[in-house]
Structure formats: C-alpha cells, structure tokens
C-alpha cells in the first residue's frame, strides 16, 4: 500500500510541475493543455469508480482552462488523501465494478486501479513532454525517481 501511496503522491507532483509550466506557456501549446486536462479528468472519473458511483457520463476530453485545471489538481489530490485516510492493504484487493465511458462493464481491484491512475497520467505527462519539445520549450521533469529525491 505504501508503494501505491508514493506513486499518487508522485503523481501530485508531477501535475503540479505541469501546471505551473503550462501556466507560464499558456496560449502557445493548446494539445498539451488539452492532453493535462484529460489526465485531470481521469483522476476524477477514476475516483469516482473507487466509490462505487457512475462515472459513465463523465466527460474525458472536455476542453478545460488553465485555471479549471489548477482546481482539478487540488480537488483531485483531496479526494486521494481523503481515499487514503481510511483505507486498510486488504481494501486494495476489494473489487470494484463500473462502467466505462461507452457503457461496457468492468471489474478490477482497486490496488489495480490505482496504480492505473498513476501510470494513465505519466504516460500522457510524457506526450506533454514531447510536446513542448516540439514547440523549442524545456520539458516538465516529472521523473518518478526525481519525486523522490525531492
């Protein structure tokens, strides 16, 4: 469970990295903004399946300001501590049961979920990456060891 803690704790970070670079760039690269929303997004979707709530007709890739975003960062980041506060190693194997965007059923443990948000969002942190690039801009270290020796 510790190991799941550090990686949405590094996860938080890393947003928070990419936010602040994307607010400092903001008007110059609308797909990295587009890509960081849908990471925010799925955070929440994902947090809601952990309750055991509908997320079907949660939006995915909404277009979302900057500012939407930084909120999302917080909210999202809530919701995990508050996940965390209250649950035990055995509720990682709990069984979750939801939906997907297109209505199809699914079942996973939750510990399997988590660790889906946290590499869901690294993956798509790294197409930011590449995107800035792209664009002559320094990319967003969002390492996971550089979390650590943070």
Known sequence: MQKIQHMLNHLHWANQNMLKTLQNIEGKNQKAIHLFSHILLSEHIWFTRLKGE????????????????????????????????????????????????????????????????????????GQINQRLREDGLEPVNVDYIAFRRD
């Open 54 to 125: 509908d997320s079907s007709a949660l939006a995915i890739w909404d277009e979302v300001s900057l500012g939407a975003c930084a909120e999302m960062v917080k909210q999202n980041n809530q919701n995990f501590t508050e996940f965390f506060s209250g649950v035990t190693e055995t509720d990682l194997d709990t069984v979750v049961f939801y939906k997907n965007s297109k209505g199809k059923e699914f079942q996973n443990t939750a510990g399997d979920i988590l660790t889906h948000i946290a590499l869901h969002g690294q993956y798509h942190r």
